[in-house]
Every structure is written in structure tokens, then in C-alpha cells.
């Protein structure tokens, strides 16, 4: 049982461009919401963060959207940078658990 | 440089052997985890140390033995591994459980042969 999907395996945008990419959960139990960034032969590394009691939190070009009825997230990358390019992990705390999704790999392009 | 270290980076072993993998963070965190990185599947939660006490276990195998000696390192003790454990480890650390967010190491590269 997956609580945490990221549907979309890859992403491809041009540069300039904005980068949305999205997450779903299952477990109402989650109250806060992570993205993660993972370049390859590394760890993922902390981008931004959302309470549930908010929708929208900002930081610099990344944006995150918080749908609660609809139990969806999103990033938002604005523009897209060729350093973007990266593996994007979703992940939701709640109950004493972190739950990741499977990521999607984005790859902005010249 | 996110103050978690693993090592080591990569490690093959066989299916009879031991080995032990090795995490150290330097933030001053009182939570440690393990997690499991498969090929096309999502990021799995292995074990959790909270204050050195194990808090959590997501049914991983016997195979699979953490210690946590003190709060600032964690190891995975490893014994009679399948190819299938072949798979990224990756060890994360944490101040606190809720609303808060774990800095990782770079991870382990297991290859079991």
C-alpha cells in the first residue's frame, strides 16, 4: 500500500520554463510535507517544507501547494535552471512516520 | 557536506559473509534512521532511533541487526544477505520527530553477490 505517489517517473521542461511537479497521499494521519532533491551518487537534500495548515509556502523559485481535500501536493521550480535537474522525492510526516514517494527524475533542458 | 557521514561508500559482499555499515552525524540530532533506496521504488523506512532507543521497525528482515551505541552514530549489522538487499542505504538524522527534517548521508551502495 503506497501513501505516497508520485506518478510521473520523468519530467522533462525547457529551461526558463516552470517545473510542476506533483505528489498524492492516501493517509489523512500526514500533516506535514517535504520535497527532497537527489543528484545521483548522493543523499537527498531538503528543498522546502509545508504545514497542513497552510497551502502555499514559498522560497525563492520553488513554491509548494498544499490541496488538502484533494490530499495533492505540488512543486512548483520557476524558471527552471539546468541545475534543477535532479531526482525530486515527495515525502509526508504524520504518526511518527516519514513516508517517501518513489520520485520523479526532472530534466531541464538548454 | 549535510554533518551525516557514511561508510563505506560502496561494499559487495556475499551471501555467507558479515559486514557492518556505519553512520555518524555531527548535528547534535537525537534521532537517527535507516532507510532502503531500491531501483524504481519509493524511499523505505528500515529502523528509527530516537534518544538510542529503537522506536521503529517497518518488519525488515533478521538479517538486517541496527545498533545504536550513542546519539550521534548508528550501524546496520548485515548477515546472510540476499542479492535481492542489493540497494542503496541510507542513513538520516533528525532534532526531534515531528515538523522537522532529516539531513542525510550520502548513502551505501550494497551490492550482494
Known amino acids: 500500500d503506497q501513501q505516497v505517489k508520485q506518478n510521473s517517473p520523468s519530467l522533462s521542461v525547457q529551461e526558463g520554463r516552470i517545473s510542476i511537479l506533483n505528489c498524492d497521499y492516501t493517509?489523512?494521519?500526514?500533516?506535514?510535507f517535504l520535497w527532497y532533491k537527489k543528484y545521483p551518487a548522493e543523499g537527498p537534500t531538503f528543498l522546502i517544507s509545508?504545514?497542513?495548515?497552510?497551502d502555499k509556502n514559498e522560497d525563492g523559485r520553488f513554491t509548494v501547494f498544499l490541496n488538502k481535500s484533494a490530499k495533492h501536493l505540488s512543486l512548483h521550480i520557476v524558471p527552471s535552471q539546468p541545475g534543477d535537474s535532479a531526482v525530486y522525492f515527495c515525502?509526508?510526516?504524520?504518526?511518527?512516520?516519514?513516508?517517501f514517494g518513489q520520485g520523479t527524475r526532472l530534466t531541464i533542458n538548454p | 557536506e549535510t554533518g551525516v557521514t557514511q561508510t563505506p561508500r560502496h561494499l559487495v559482499m556475499g551471501m555467507t559473509n558479515k559486514k557492518s555499515l556505519k553512520c555518524e552525524q555531527h548535528?547534535?540530532?537525537?534521532?537517527m534512521y535507516w532507510y532502503k533506496q531500491s531501483a524504481k521504488k519509493p524511499l523505505e523506512l528500515m529502523f528509527v532511533?530516537?534518544?538510542?532507543?529503537?522506536?521503529e521497525n517497518n518488519s525488515v528482515p533478521s538479517r538486517f541487526s541496527p545498533e545504536c551505541p550513542n546519539s550521534s552514530h548508528l550501524f546496520l549489522h548485515l548477515h546472510t544477505l540476499q542479492p535481492e538487499d542489493s540497494a542503496l542505504y541510507l542513513c538520516?538524522?533528525?532534532?526531534?520527530?515531528?515538523?522537522?527534517?532529516?539531513?542525510f548521508g550520502q548513502g551505501t551502495r550494497l551490492t550482494v553477490v
Open positions: 532511533y530516537s534518544l538510542e532507543e529503537r522506536v
Open positions: 538520516a538524522s533528525s532534532q526531534g520527530g515531528k515538523y522537522t527534517e532529516a539531513f
Open positions: 548535528l547534535g540530532h537525537n534521532a
Open positions: 515525502a509526508a510526516e504524520g504518526a511518527q512516520k516519514l513516508v
Open positions: 493517509n489523512s494521519m500526514f500533516d506535514y
Open positions: 509545508i504545514s497542513s495548515i497552510k
